[in-house]
């Protein structure tokens, strides 16, 4: 588990490096061209709708690295890192809709035991405007879950998975750090409704509490 956590934190990182070397380039280039808009009389008044890049812009690519909890029947399993990619259209200055990629990693309390989930979905959002640079978001979001835990057993391993769809609510904030980068935090409850059912007919009752940081590109 903890070679697939490093590989994961590492591709995250990666990511977030790529991207804001192509944000600095993307500044430095407009850098020539705002000093020569300095010169018209309108360009003041344009730099507040430059200032919020995600409010003006056709969409946004964003990614999440928080911890995740477990909420329900969770006595013996501990929060763990967890990570999303999404892909976001602007429908106007306050809609956005997209689609979203999470990996989310529990911890059990049994020795070498791990547990993960993936899950898709498709994701809705409102945003508010605080200030020029700052605004905040609720979200929700309806999708389907795939959850797997893994234990070695007398050197055998192993696994037990369950899937069902899943419903997600929440919210965060995000502040306008370069004109098409925004940086924030975000917390979201995620329902699940898994489908497997135990002797008794139940099914199981793991649910996911998230907090984290999230870094967007406007395009």
């Given amino acids: 588990m903890l070679k697939r956590t490093m590989f994961l934190m590492t591709l995250v990182s990666t990511f977030l490096f790529s991207n804001l070397i192509f944000a600095q380039e993307y500044t430095g280039g407009a850098a020539q061209s705002d000093?020569?808009?300095q010169s018209d009389g309108t360009a003041q008044s344009d730099q507040p709708a430059q200032s919020d890049g995600a409010a003006y812009s056709m969409g946004f690519v964003e990614i999440d690295l928080g911890y995740g909890l477990c909420q329900g029947d969770c006595d013996d399993i501990d929060g763990s890192v967890g990570f999303s990619l999404?892909?976001?259209y602007n429908i106007n200055q306050n809609i956005a809709v997209g689609a979203n990629f999470t990996y989310q990693m529990l911890s059990p309390d049994v020795d070498d035991a791990s547990y993960y989930?993936?899950?898709f979905s498709g994701e809705g959002r409102y945003y508010h405007p605080i200030m020029p640079k700052l605004r905040a978001y609720g979200l929700g979001a309806l999708g389907y879950a795939q959850g797997e835990l893994e234990m070695e057993v007398l050197g055998n391993t192993?696994?037990?998975?369950?899937s069902g769809v899943f419903v997600k609510v929440g919210g965060g904030v995000e502040y306008s750090i370069m004109p098409k980068v925004t940086a924030g935090c975000q917390l979201y409850y995620q329902y699940n409704m898994w489908s497997e059912e135990d002797e008794e007919g139940d099914t199981a009752d793991l649910n996911f509490i998230f907090i984290g940081l999230s870094a967007t590109y406007s395009f």
Avoid: L, P, V, W
């Avoid at 192993?158 to 369950?162: E, G, L, N, P, V």
């Fill in 86 to 88: 999404a892909g976001f």
């Fill in 158 to 162: 192993i696994t037990a998975d369950d």
């Fill in 35 to 37: 000093e020569s808009a």
């Fill in 117 to 119: 989930a993936m899950s």
